[in-house]
């Protein structure tokens, strides 16, 4: 495959719709914010994945906001999930903070289900999470994002920050990976 050809066979979330959806979920997480009288939040944000979501959809935020990364250690080149997820480094402090995590997608939910018992256990003094992609087929253990913005079928998806061995991360829509490249 010569590498200007599309690594992915169809686009499902186009660059225009993501940053429509982006609005929308920054409209929804302001508003639940000023309801709860939250004056600011932090922003937990999963690396790498979610870097991308996170600096559109934070910056759409009219509150301050605080910033965390923290990385989950991950598929390991594999399009399924191994089961086993830990934090990778130190755990930030939330002690008291009204906390919002975000993440790229939400598959099998053990990251976010290991994320948010680490985050409960160091005191944040509310919790809810945002993801871009929503993959229900994928579930292995409940899990319920506040903030969904799209419902993605059983199919591995690529770009706006989500990759295949650490690829695809640049692409400005979400598409199906080819068969090819798995
Ligand atoms: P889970 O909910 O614990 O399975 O994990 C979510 C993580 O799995 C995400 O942060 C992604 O890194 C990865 N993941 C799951 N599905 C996909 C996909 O279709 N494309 C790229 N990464 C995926």
Redesign the pocket.
């Known amino acids: 495959m010569s590498p200007d050809a599309s690594p992915v066979t169809s686009v499902l979330f186009s660059a225009e719709r993501i940053a429509a959806r982006i609005g929308e979920l920054a409209a929804a997480i302001a508003s639940d914010a000023r309801r709860g009288g939250h004056r600011d939040i932090t922003a937990v944000v999963?690396a790498d994945?979610?870097l991308i979501f996170a600096a559109d959809l934070l910056r759409a935020l009219p509150m301050p906001v605080r910033f965390r990364s923290v990385k989950?250690s991950?598929?390991g080149g594999l399009?399924h999930?191994s089961g086993r997820?830990e934090l990778v480094g130190p755990a930030p402090d939330v002690r008291g903070q009204h906390v919002l995590i975000l993440?790229?997608?939400?598959?099998?939910?053990?990251?976010?289900?290991?994320l948010h018992r680490l985050l409960t256990d160091g005191g944040a003094a509310s919790l809810r999470t945002a993801v871009l992609?929503d993959?229900p087929s994928?579930?292995?253990t409940p899990?319920a994002a506040e903030y969904v913005g799209f419902h993605?079928p059983d199919?591995?998806?690529?770009g706006y920050g989500?990759?295949?061995n650490g690829l695809y991360r640049n692409l400005p829509m979400i598409g199906e990976?080819r068969h090819e490249l798995r």
């Open positions: 999963v994945g979610a989950m991950s598929y399009t999930s997820v993440e790229d997608i939400l598959d099998t939910g053990l990251t976010l289900t290991a992609l993959k994928g579930r292995l899990y993605c199919a591995f998806v690529v989500l990759d295949h990976l």
